[in-house]
C-alpha cells in the first residue's frame, strides 16, 4: 500500500512539472503587470522599471477625472477614464530611460503629470 501511495504522488509530481514546462514553452515571456493610478497632478508610481523584450501589461485607473497615458518612445498612447482600468500593453524594444505623461488636460498643474519609465537590459 505504501509503495502504491508513493508511486502515485511521484506520478503527480512528474505531472506538474510537465504542465509548467509546457506553459513555459507556451508563453516563454509572460507579462508583466504593472498597476498605475493617475489623479491629478501625478501617477503613481512615477518610477516603473521593466526588462527589454519582455511583454508589459499596464493596468491604469484614474483617482478623480479623465487623464491621458503617452508614452512616445514606444508609441503607446491611451485616455484612461475614472470608474474603469485601462489596459495598455507594449513590448519594450529597447533600454533606457523615457518619460510618459498625461496628454488630456487635467486643470492647473497638468504640465507636471509625468513619471519615468526604466528599461533594463
Not at 491611451?78 to 470608474?83: C, H, N, Y
Request: with cysteine.
Amino acid at each position: 500500500m505504501r509503495n502504491a501511495l508513493m508511486i502515485v504522488l511521484l506520478a503527480c509530481a512528474a505531472l506538474a512539472v510537465a504542465d509548467k514546462t509546457v506553459a513555459a514553452r507556451r508563453n516563454p515571456n509572460p507579462e508583466t503587470v504593472i498597476k498605475l493610478t493617475a489623479k491629478k497632478f501625478e501617477f503613481s508610481p512615477a518610477e516603473i522599471t521593466v526588462r527589454k523584450g519582455e511583454p508589459v501589461l499596464l493596468e491604469i485607473r484614474s483617482e478623480d477625472v479623465k487623464h491621458g497615458f503617452s508614452l512616445p518612445d514606444f508609441r503607446v498612447r491611451t485616455e484612461i477614464k475614472p470608474g474603469s482600468v485601462t489596459q495598455l500593453r507594449f513590448t519594450p524594444d529597447k533600454s533606457g530611460r523615457f518619460i510618459f505623461a498625461c496628454d488630456v488636460f487635467c486643470g492647473s498643474g497638468h504640465e507636471d503629470m509625468s513619471g519615468t519609465l526604466f528599461v533594463t537590459e
